[in-house]
């Protein structure tokens, strides 16, 4: 039963939005908040904020690690410095839907650290990897979960700091039991809380398959492409990729599920 109800979450309720406010938008933050806020309305999506979805204060490692990638013409999406220049996110985040092709590498920007209009590095992206087996339909969605990832190079190393160190992405071997992985966190940034982190410990729930986990963290449907961390014995690791989220209301806590990095091509060689 488990596993339906996720299986109806990521191929019906639309979680993997990622829209926002323009990246060159000059008008206060709150403002930005109100014109976000207004893009979901007209799109249908309701409005309410959960009690638990609050902004964090501004990030220390590993946290600071997660910025904004922001795209030539508006939008937003996060994205995780896994290497000094390197940066983790979603295929879809990289979809221009206005002219229904991939945005050009340099059409994107990378925060890193970014909180309340600031950031503590900025870079400018020079090439995009996907996997080998990306297809996506006309809105740019893939049409398997699974490919769903992307990595970002960057034109020029961030250097690490007492403030933004990347963080290594784990490729779990083997499928332990839920109970024996660490401690989780989500964090992302989204359009309801455009300028700051929103963070949720939670813990990992089952497995779905050989490349999804379920999990309690708490989000909401534009958290898809939100890192999930694990605390491990040699600290904290990214284990996965928000994916999508079933909360049957605001105030209850919902199962989520993540796509995690083992899924993606071994191709992808990060040296750190």
């Known amino acids: 039963m488990m596993r339906f109800v996720v299986a109806l979450v990521v191929l019906s309720l639309g979680v993997f939005s990622s829209g926002g406010v323009s990246a060159e938008e000059r008008t206060p933050i709150s403002n930005q908040q109100q014109q976000a806020e207004g893009q979901l309305a007209s799109q249908g999506y309701a409005l309410a904020v959960p009690h638990w979805y609050r902004a964090a204060p501004a990030p220390r490692p590993p946290f600071s690690a997660i910025g904004r990638i922001n795209r030539r013409g508006g939008g937003f999406c996060s994205g995780t410095l896994v290497a000094y220049d390197r940066v983790l996110t979603t295929a879809r985040c990289l979809w221009n839907r206005s002219l229904g092709q991939w945005y050009f590498a340099g059409d994107l920007h990378f925060l890193a650290g970014y909180h309340l209009g600031g950031h503590i590095e900025h870079r400018r992206v020079v090439s995009m990897e996907f996997s080998e087996s990306l297809r996506v339909n ?135």
């Open 138 to 272: 006309s809105r740019g969605r893939p049409r398997r979960a699974s490919n769903d990832w992307a990595i970002l190079t960057l034109d020029r190393p961030i250097a690490a700091s007492h403030k933004i160190q990347p963080v290594e992405m784990i490729k779990l071997r083997r499928r332990p039991r839920p109970g024996r992985i660490g401690p989780l966190v989500r964090a992302g940034f989204s359009p309801l809380k455009p300028h700051a982190l929103t963070m949720s410990h939670c813990r990992a729930v089952a497995f779905f398959n050989r490349q999804a986990l379920m999990h309690s963290c708490k989000a909401i449907y534009a958290d898809s492409g939100h890192p999930i961390f694990v605390n491990t014995s040699d600290g904290w690791r990214i284990l996965g990729l928000q994916m999508a989220t079933y909360n049957r209301d605001a105030k209850s806590n919902g199962i989520g599920m993540a796509l995690l990095v083992t899924a993606m091509s071994k191709r992808v060689q990060i040296r750190y």
